[in-house]
Structure formats: C-alpha cells, structure tokens
C-alpha cells in the first residue's frame, strides 16, 4: 500500500487514454453494430441522433450502452437513466465525429494503441472470466479492440492540436509537479497496515506527534519507521521514498515535501490516510529540457484531455440537429448512482487495473492505496 501516491498516470487497459470528459461515461465504439457488422446485417434501426457530419442509430446506441456496461458493470443502472443516456449520446458523436475527421497517422496510431490495449486487457483477466463477460454483454474481443482503437484515435486526434509551445507552458505552469525528492516519512494510518486496528483522527494525530517526539529525539528513522509505520510500500525500506517524482503524491504530502526545510522533520501532515511525519533529505527541480518523452507525452495527453472536454462543451452541443433518444420504461431510481468523476475511478494501483470496475479513465491524479 502506497497511501501517498496518486492514482496511476499510465496508460493501462482500462485507463486507456486521458482525453475523456468529467463525466466519464462513454467514448463511441468503432465496432458498432452498424459499421463492424454491416457485412452480415444492413442496420434498418431508427435514427436516434443527427449530427453535422452524420447520424446516430439506436443499434449504435444501444451497442454503446453495452460496452459501458461491460466495463463499468457498477454503473449499469446509471447507463439505463434518461438523464445518463443523453451524455452517452452526446459523447458518441464527440467520438465518431472525431473518428470520421481524424488523419491517417491519427487512425494509424490509434489502431496500434487499440490493439496493444485489448492484448494488456486479456493478459489481466481469466480467459474463462472474460468470455462470460463477454457473452452476457453480447459482444466480442473485436468490439472491445475497435472501442478502444476509437477512443485512442479520438486521443491522437486531439493531441495532433497540441504544439511544443503548449506542452512547456504546461510544465511552466506546474513545474513543482516535475521536482524528484527522497524523502523518509512515517505513517499513522487511520487503519492499520493489518487492517485490524481502527483509529480516530485524535488517536492518529497523537501518535503522529509521539513519533515525530521519539525521531526528534534521536531514534533511529528505519526502526521507528519499521514499527510504527502503515506505509507497506516505504516501511521495511527505513520509510524512504528515493529519487520520487514529487508530483505522483496526494496533495498534503506533495506539499510537504515541496516546503520543508533539508534535513528537518516537520510537524504531522494530514491526507486521507492519516498523518504522516516526514522528513526531506534531498529536493531537486527539474528543467523542461530534462524531461523524458514519456513525461512531454504525459503532458500532451493531458492537454488532450482539457481539448476534448472543450470540444464537448462548446462545440458538441452545437453540431447535434436532432435528438430522439426512447424513454426509459422504468422510472429513474429514487437514489441515482453516483456519477464517476474525473480521475476518480482511475486504476487503484500504479501500473496495474482491475479488469471490471471503471470505464476508461483519465490520466487526471487521484488519491488511491497500493
């Protein structure tokens, strides 16, 4: 468990690209019903959206719902309300119109991506396990590869508006992020690492002060880590953090580590996960010149992200004529579910995903455990 780390910023099977909006309900699928099996069954279905450019079919819909079924199976319910399905719709035509406008290195790139992904995703999930869920959602290893080549392709899209100016003023901006730091740092976790104890704020922030007291002291920072700490990831380690990207941790202890003196250890610091008691021991800047293309493309993707939020807010609107999207046949729940939120259902752990929970995520940080 890293409680100091934030959600995973890479690109993973399920977090497969960083461009969808707040709401992360849906990207268009390229393996619709009308488009993927147009071969064997013309789609007479009616027509459920106009758009400058071209339609929606309620079998394309109705394929679309599927999938975001099939990936986010918790959020079924939401998928089925009037007020959910009118994004899913929106959020269609953001993506087969991004789609049918894309370049050919844009489709090139994203069929590269869609099919490395889908071979990220079967890797991940039991080959038993994943053909139930894909015959209970009706679909095939084919559709899931093209949903996610169209949403990837939607990415490159994106990203080909992009230019070098716009990625330095982003690191401009935030370049504390890009700082690397080793730090050691203690834990008092509002739970234990083992689960079995319970603590109140009060009781965590005691013994917080009582660890800080015993390091100040002159403990030994690796063995008072090593028995008091409920971080597993740092604990065994001394509690040390080496050579750290300053910007993959949680806001309070991001901070911490940016304005605490060299060498001092600082008062409790409170996140989510309690209180930690940290102590700096290096702190370098990084210029935009030291940045790897791994991080330049980060941050493209990033600036992808905040491109197609506004296309969808200002432009999606405007391109759609005609909406005829059919009733649900039963009255919305008297509790809806809660909607995802941007970055919040991003994969738990650093580099590796839960095959079912969340439909693609963005790259946008969040607190989460390892």
Request: proline fraction near 4%; charge should be negative; glycine fraction near 6%.
């Amino acid at each position: 468990m890293w409680p100091i780390k934030k959600a995973a910023r890479k690109t993973t099977m399920l977090a497969v690209v960083a461009i969808l909006c707040i709401s992360l309900l849906a990207a268009c699928n390229k393996g619709t019903t009308a488009e993927t099996k147009n071969d064997e069954t013309k789609d007479t279905s009616a027509v459920v959206a106009e758009y400058k450019g071209g339609t929606i079919t309620e079998n394309e819909f109705n394929h679309e719902v599927s999938m975001m079924k099939f990936f986010s199976p918790q959020y079924a319910q939401m998928f089925d309300m009037d007020e959910y399905k009118e994004i899913l719709l929106e959020q269609e035509v953001a993506y087969k119109s991004l789609d049918e406008s894309a370049s050919e290195a844009a489709k090139t790139a994203g069929a590269k991506q869609g099919e490395e992904q889908l071979k990220q995703f079967k890797t991940s999930v039991d080959p038993e396990q994943l053909a139930t869920m894909l015959k209970e959602a009706n679909l095939t290893e084919q559709d899931v590869k093209d949903y996610m080549t169209r949403v990837l392709t939607a990415s490159e899209v994106m990203k080909e508006k992009v230019t070098d100016a716009d990625v330095e003023k982003y690191y401009t901006d935030n370049k504390k992020d890009y700082a690397t730091a080793t730090v050691r740092h203690v834990l008092i976790g509002l739970q234990s690492a083992d689960g079995k104890t319970t603590r109140t704020d009060a009781q965590a922030l005691k013994l917080a002060k009582e660890v800080k007291a015993k390091l100040d002291g002159g403990a030994d920072f690796a063995t008072i880590a090593k028995k008091y700490s409920d971080d597993t990831g740092s604990k065994d380690k001394g509690g040390l953090y080496e050579n750290e990207k300053v910007g993959n941790w949680v806001e309070g202890f991001k901070n911490a580590v940016l304005e605490q003196k060299i060498g001092v250890i600082g008062d409790p610091v409170k996140t989510d996960y309690g209180y930690h008691v940290i102590e700096v021991e290096s702190r370098t800047e990084k210029a935009f010149a030291d940045l790897t293309t791994e991080e330049k493309e980060t941050i493209k993707s990033q600036i992808a992200s905040q491109k197609f939020s506004e296309y969808m807010s200002k432009e999606v609107p405007g391109m759609i004529t005609k909406k005829n999207l059919p009733k649900s046949e039963t009255a919305p729940a008297t509790t809806a579910p809660t909607a995802p939120t941007e970055g919040t259902t991003a994969p738990a752990t650093e580099g590796t995903t839960a095959p079912t929970t969340t439909a693609p995520a963005t790259e946008a940080p969040a607190e989460s455990s390892k």
